[in-house]
């Protein structure tokens, strides 16, 4: 192996200009291929799938109830029940106006149009509706004196400014037997503490409008819908300053949650990859005492995660983008072979002897690596194996391109570098032989002995969401007026056959 890798170097070491065009070109092409990929930012790929979930899945995204946003428009210390009326239209409009594409329909105020069409229904299915005492009640409608106040009513009725809504409904039901059906349905009723003022769905109070956000796009397509989020929340703060100490809203729902969360994931990889970065390249510069020496450590790094992206970009339609959440660990794991072989070359400048030396053990001491991170395939889970196959394809690509790169651009002196670096003191200790280092190994063995049995394992998997703070209020808010945090059974049938659908459900 150390002769296979020692004839490419010396047959790259007399075209190194080649090498470099070629080395050049080659990354600019894996950069290309690594940006047509698709990013997926659903937390719920990290939960294993089976048959089961999966169809679960499926029934859910075709339900889309899970999907809803709530708009929680309150009542402030200098408003009143005009100003939260108009809140609630004004919102419903902008939204509408801004947001329309992504917006299947809004739920919470009900219209003329509804009451007309909900009437008609009524009157077209009266028999359905009516009981055997309610005829009672229309035999007692049909006597002269009964008819002749009826009557009288629906004249003034018609007469007054109301009279162009009412008058197709008296000609169509002179008697009102509509309006003795219509009482049955207060059975369906949206509860005991709601109650329709002025077209909207109010709290008895009269402090709270509540409006239902049915969207087009499932939660989970976050790329999507976080244009749709930030148009919602545009609106929202301006109204809120429009009416300011009068009226403000809130908004709670899976889609505004799913995109906090595929930001977060976003900002939790660029953060964790910065700090990492940064602390390597500090700690290299303080024991190289160069600024190039890190960077050319760095390349065979990127080179890998360059060709994870691409292996991935083959394989894969959609990858998930919590499994990038890795890189921040792979950069100390993929750094280590750059870095092996450079103190290899700094302390002993033979470049055959290094390959004789570390070429071996760099690929095996990588291979299994890899070999750990692909077990992540028998998971099922999407994100997980996606992290597998990225971590895998790292660690063996930076290892070989390392063993390729760092001979041909790092510069060997003939002199013996003197060791008097922090580093190098620290690395020339032997810990092994030390009395204190295994005594004070050894007593922290024994501890753990009688405390490894206290770590306890997080199995709510509603904490893998993250929770903007916005939204705690949101839900402290709602669980207030609707106790919106009690847990709540719901049963799905779901079938290839419609037909199979049509039992009953006991309980």
Same mark, same amino acid.
């Given at each position: 192996?150390?002769?296979?890798?020692?004839?490419?170097?010396?047959?790259?070491?007399?075209?190194?200009?080649?090498?470099?065009?070629?080395?050049?070109?080659?990354?600019?092409?894996?950069?290309?291929?690594?940006?047509?990929?698709?990013?997926?930012?659903?937390?719920?790929?990290?939960?294993?799938?089976?048959?089961?979930?999966?169809?679960?899945?499926?029934?859910?995204?075709?339900?889309?109830?899970?999907?809803?946003?709530?708009?929680?428009?309150?009542?402030?210390?200098?408003?009143?029940?005009?100003?939260?009326?108009?809140?609630?239209?004004?919102?419903?409009?902008?939204?509408?106006?801004?947001?329309?594409?992504?917006?299947?329909?809004?739920?919470?105020?009900?219209?003329?149009?509804?009451?007309?069409?909900?009437?008609?229904?009524?009157?077209?299915?009266?028999?359905?509706?009516?009981?055997?005492?309610?005829?009672?009640?229309?035999?007692?409608?049909?006597?002269?004196?009964?008819?002749?106040?009826?009557?009288?009513?629906?004249?003034?009725?018609?007469?007054?400014?109301?009279?162009?809504?009412?008058?197709?409904?008296?000609?169509?039901?002179?008697?009102?037997?509509?309006?003795?059906?219509?009482?049955?349905?207060?059975?369906?009723?949206?509860?005991?503490?709601?109650?329709?003022?002025?077209?909207?769905?109010?709290?008895?109070?009269?402090?709270?409008?509540?409006?239902?956000?049915?969207?087009?796009?499932?939660?989970?397509?976050?790329?999507?819908?976080?244009?749709?989020?930030?148009?919602?929340?545009?609106?929202?703060?301006?109204?809120?300053?429009?009416?300011?100490?009068?009226?403000?809203?809130?908004?709670?729902?899976?889609?505004?949650?799913?995109?906090?969360?595929?930001?977060?994931?976003?900002?939790?990889?660029?953060?964790?990859?910065?700090?990492?970065?940064?602390?390597?390249?500090?700690?290299?510069?303080?024991?190289?005492?160069?600024?190039?020496?890190?960077?050319?450590?760095?390349?065979?790094?990127?080179?890998?995660?360059?060709?994870?992206?691409?292996?991935?970009?083959?394989?894969?339609?959609?990858?998930?983008?919590?499994?990038?959440?890795?890189?921040?660990?792979?950069?100390?794991?993929?750094?280590?072979?750059?870095?092996?072989?450079?103190?290899?070359?700094?302390?002993?400048?033979?470049?055959?002897?290094?390959?004789?030396?570390?070429?071996?053990?760099?690929?095996? =001491?990588?291979?299994?690596?890899?070999? +750990? &991170?692909?077990?992540?395939?028998?998971? !099922? /889970?999407?994100? %997980? #194996?996606?992290?597998?196959?990225?971590?895998?394809?790292?660690?063996?690509?930076?290892?070989?391109?390392?063993?390729?790169?760092?001979?041909?651009?790092?510069?060997?002196?003939?002199?013996?570098?003197?060791?008097?670096?922090?580093?190098?003191?620290?690395?020339?200790?032997?810990?092994?032989?030390?009395?204190?280092?295994?005594?004070?190994?050894?007593?922290?063995?024994?501890?753990?002995?009688?405390?490894?049995?206290?770590?306890?394992?997080?199995?709510?998997?509603?904490?893998?969401?993250?929770?903007?703070?916005?939204?705690?209020?949101?839900?402290?808010?709602?669980?207030?007026?609707?106790?919106?945090? =009690?847990?709540?059974?719901?049963?799905? +049938? &779901?079938?290839?056959?419609?037909?199979? !659908? /049509?039992?009953? %459900? #006991?309980?």
């Amino acid at each position: 192996m150390d002769t296979f890798f020692y004839n490419i170097y010396q047959y790259i070491s007399t075209r190194k200009i080649w090498f470099l065009g070629i080395l050049t070109t080659f990354v600019m092409g894996l950069v290309w291929v690594v940006s047509l990929l698709n990013f997926e930012e659903d937390i719920s790929k990290l939960i294993p799938a089976s048959e089961d979930s999966e169809e679960l899945q499926k029934v859910l995204k075709s339900a889309n109830f899970s999907d809803k946003l709530i708009v929680n428009i309150q009542l402030q210390s200098q408003g009143n029940f005009e100003d939260l009326s108009e809140y609630a239209t004004v919102i419903i409009d902008s939204i509408t106006a801004t947001s329309g594409e992504y917006i299947s329909h809004i739920q919470g105020r009900v219209s003329d149009e509804d009451v007309l069409e909900t009437i008609d229904f009524v009157y077209d299915n009266l028999p359905l509706f009516l009981e055997e005492k309610d005829y009672l009640k229309i035999k007692n409608k049909l006597s002269k004196d009964s008819i002749k106040a009826i009557t009288h009513a629906n004249y003034r009725s018609i007469l007054s400014p109301s009279g162009m809504i009412t008058k197709n409904m008296i000609l169509k039901d002179p008697l009102g037997i509509s309006f003795i059906a219509l009482k049955k349905l207060q059975a369906l009723n949206i509860g005991d503490d709601f109650i329709l003022e002025n077209g909207f769905v109010t709290t008895k109070n009269k402090k709270n409008i509540l409006l239902f956000i049915s969207p087009k796009l499932n939660s989970s397509e976050t790329s999507n819908n976080s244009e749709f989020v930030d148009d919602l929340y545009r609106v929202q703060n301006q109204l809120n300053e429009v009416f300011k100490d009068k009226v403000q809203s809130d908004y709670f729902g899976g889609v505004i949650i799913a995109v906090a969360n595929a930001r977060q994931i976003k900002n939790d990889i660029q953060t964790t990859v910065s700090i990492s970065l940064t602390v390597l390249m500090l700690i290299l510069i303080v024991f190289y005492k160069k600024l190039t020496i890190p960077i050319v450590l760095f390349v065979p790094t990127i080179i890998g995660g360059l060709l994870a992206g691409f292996f991935l970009f083959l394989v894969r339609d959609k990858i998930s983008a919590i499994s990038l959440g890795l890189g921040s660990v792979l950069l100390g794991i993929t750094i280590d072979y750059s870095l092996h072989i450079l103190t290899h070359l700094r302390n002993n400048n033979q470049v055959k002897n290094l390959y004789k030396d570390v070429a071996q053990p760099i690929l095996m =001491s990588s291979l299994t690596t890899a070999l +750990a &991170f692909l077990c992540l395939l028998f998971i !099922n /889970s999407q994100a %997980l #194996q996606d992290l597998g196959i990225f971590a895998a394809v790292s660690v063996l690509g930076a290892s070989v391109f390392a063993l390729l790169f760092i001979p041909q651009v790092y510069k060997t002196s003939s002199k013996k570098v003197k060791q008097s670096t922090v580093l190098d003191k620290v690395a020339s200790y032997n810990f092994h032989k030390s009395k204190w280092s295994l005594g004070f190994l050894f007593i922290v063995l024994m501890v753990s002995f009688f405390t490894y049995n206290k770590v306890i394992f997080n199995k709510d998997l509603t904490q893998l969401n993250f929770m903007p703070s916005e939204m705690v209020t949101s839900e402290a808010k709602l669980d207030e007026l609707i106790n919106f945090s =009690s847990k709540s059974l719901y049963v799905s +049938a &779901f079938s290839d056959n419609k037909e199979k !659908n /049509s039992g009953v %459900l #006991q309980t």
